[in-house]
DNA sequence: GTCTATATGGCGATAGAC
DNA sequence: GTCTATCGCCATATAGAC
């Protein structure tokens, strides 16, 4: 009865922090309105958690443990290089478009404790090396063109990212900041990325 | 006399709090941080500029009118458009290799008051609709791919804006933490950023 | 486990002497 | 103009009743 009622108060405290911490981050979110998020009251947050910090840990692991083997898993099945990274840009894209504060997250919490981000992610089982030798081999075999797989990563996701992460500028710059037009715009992304990707790394 | 020394003073303040703002943000600045860099106390902050605010809207006014007007320039002379592209990768390039602090900063505030924001670009004499109806026209003429010149735009700026905005994750990920790895990285993107747009928007 | 009330500390801002 | 001392607020964290 009581370990219910535990496990029921944690699951309504991660939801709440998650919703919280992603669109407001570490340094934005307050105590009160995670909170007020869950239904209880601040006290309850630290009898669970101790302090804001461990909460923020706990949260921030979820979110990465539930983000990168998403997309990274695509890329290192046994398929032919083009459907691979169509297949990867769709998964990377979709999991944005289901999650439009990731990146602003992500980048936040970057400049806020490296440290912290690299333990993390070391343990998420992450692998770029693979990434990146897989990545040699295809342009060894002449399937894409021949350049450092390092840029070609970075590249892909500066790409997929930077439109999320900038929102608010780039719906004021490209748009006069018709929020419904940049939908749109993101929306029509997933197929003009890949073109330009497509047109950057394969030959004709 | 008085003048002179305001003068002084009003300077190492703006130049204190332009270092400690373009590093850690409006949020994560500390008035008695940006005193301690000037030399100074933080009364005399307030004596100056009143607020924290008002003293972070005069910051971003000047790092903003500085920055932008540099790269936007260049895209409305009257030279053939490869040399152009050419040109403004390189002068936008250059401008983040000596301030690379800006892109984290940039997108920070983005988040934090895009209204601010929008309010100071317009102030900037930044025109994106010109340079979106140059790009339509070279596209017209058969120069460059036909595609959204929005998207061009944005993609642009993603490539070369990303690797310094998520540098820590990034050498993390691709370097293993190397710092110096990564900035040779940089450096050699000054011309592998060229050529993967270059490849992706003119035609063979 | 959950609540109310309160302690503790940090930071922006002000008062007032010089 | 510049300083020291202090106010007032807000947010995290804890004490203690139920």
């Known amino acids: 009865m009581n370990s219910i009622k535990k496990d029921n108060t944690?699951?309504?405290i991660m939801d709440a922090a998650h919703a919280v911490f992603l669109e407001k981050g570490m340094?934005?979110?307050?105590?009160?309105?995670?909170?007020?998020?869950?239904?209880?009251?601040?006290?309850?947050?630290?009898?669970?958690?101790?302090?804001?910090?461990?909460l923020f840990e706990a949260i921030f692991k979820r979110v990465i443990?539930?983000?990168?083997?998403i997309v990274s898993k695509t890329?290192?099945?046994?398929?032919?290089?083009?459907?691979?990274?169509?297949?990867f840009i769709d998964s990377y894209l979709n999991l944005l478009s289901k999650n439009p504060f990731l990146p602003a997250f992500l980048l936040k919490e970057i400049h806020r404790d490296p440290e912290f981000l690299a333990n993390v992610i070391k343990g998420s089982g992450i692998n770029p090396d693979k990434i990146l030798t897989m990545l040699g081999k295809e342009m060894d075999k002449g399937n894409i063109r021949r350049m450092n797989p390092r840029d070609l990563i970075t590249n892909i996701i500066a790409l997929?990212?930077?439109?999320?992460a900038a929102k608010p500028l780039l719906s004021i710059m490209l748009f006069n900041g018709d929020q419904k037009a940049y939908k749109i715009f993101l929306q029509e992304r997933?197929?003009?990325?890949?073109?330009?990707?497509?047109?950057?790394?394969?030959l004709k």
Chains 1, 2 share one sequence.
């Not at 443990?65 to 083997?69: C, V, Y």
């Not at 997929?160 to 999320?164: K, N």
């Open 10 to 12: 944690e699951q309504k």
């Open 65 to 69: 443990k539930h983000s990168f083997p």
């Open 27 to 54: 340094d934005g979110a307050r105590m009160q309105e995670i909170a007020n998020e869950a239904g209880i009251n601040k006290a309850l947050l630290h009898y669970y958690f101790r302090t804001k910090q461990k």
């Open 190 to 202: 997933r197929e003009t990325v890949k073109e330009f990707i497509f047109n950057a790394i394969f």
């Open 160 to 164: 997929s990212v930077f439109p999320f």
């Open 75 to 87: 890329l290192l099945s046994d398929i032919p290089i083009r459907e691979k990274m169509d297949l």
